[in-house]
């Protein structure tokens, strides 16, 4: 069943409201970041009233998302130029980065602010993995080690090591993250401190 557009735009409001809890900022921030005002903002969210273009710009460049988001627009038929960010359970959401199919792919998370009682799952999977964190404190479990890592520093291991990531109760934490198959590594200007699991190995950026 096609919506029209008027639908289309009701439905705007619940996202842009997820989408702040998500980033733990109130209206009041929100409205001196994006210059709108935050009735304007509460009737939005409260879908009260249909956004305009002049509206979504702003929202979708604090948000780090596309227009196209916001507003539940089809997806591409091609799915390797598909670059819309996915949404997770847990609130975090993964924008891919990458076009091109196979190979390494690169991925941007931003993670809402967590639990330092939260239990980690470790998983493992073929592969390569890279991470390098741009904003907040990531939480990084790798085998029996239990990191922290800040603004700027990197990660690379070999994912047949049990791994999880998440945040602090610091806040929230973006980081991007290039997920190779097997063999396929990042190449860092660092010098790799190997670790007991598989040769991973952890360094900031310099």
Request: glycine fraction near 8%; include cysteine; proline fraction near 9%.
């Amino acid at each position: 069943m096609n919506e029209t557009p008027e639908q289309t735009l009701d439905a705007v409001g619940p996202r842009l409201k997820q989408l702040r809890l998500r980033r733990d900022v109130t209206l009041t921030q929100l409205a001196a970041e994006t210059r709108i005002s935050a009735s304007t903002l509460s009737r939005l969210e409260a879908g009260l009233r249909r956004p305009t273009l002049e509206q979504l710009l702003p929202l979708a460049r604090y948000y780090g998302v596309t227009i196209d988001s916001l507003v539940d627009a089809p997806r591409t038929a091609d799915p390797r130029l598909d670059l819309r960010p996915m949404s997770c359970p847990d609130g975090s959401v993964i924008i891919p980065l990458s076009r091109r199919p196979g190979g390494v792919q690169a991925y941007k998370f931003v993670r809402p602010t967590g639990s330092d009682d939260l239990v980690p799952d470790p998983r493992t999977h073929e592969g390569h993995d890279w991470v390098y964190v741009l904003n907040g404190t990531l939480r990084l479990v790798l085998g029996d080690q239990d990191l922290r890592l800040k603004a700027g520093e990197a990660a690379e291991f070999d994912t047949r090591t049990p791994h999880w990531f998440g945040a602090t109760s610091d806040g929230p934490v973006e980081y991007l993250c290039l997920v190779g198959r097997q063999g396929e590594r990042a190449h860092l200007r660092v010098n790799e401190k190997p670790g007991p699991n598989h040769g991973s190995g952890l360094s900031p950026i310099s």
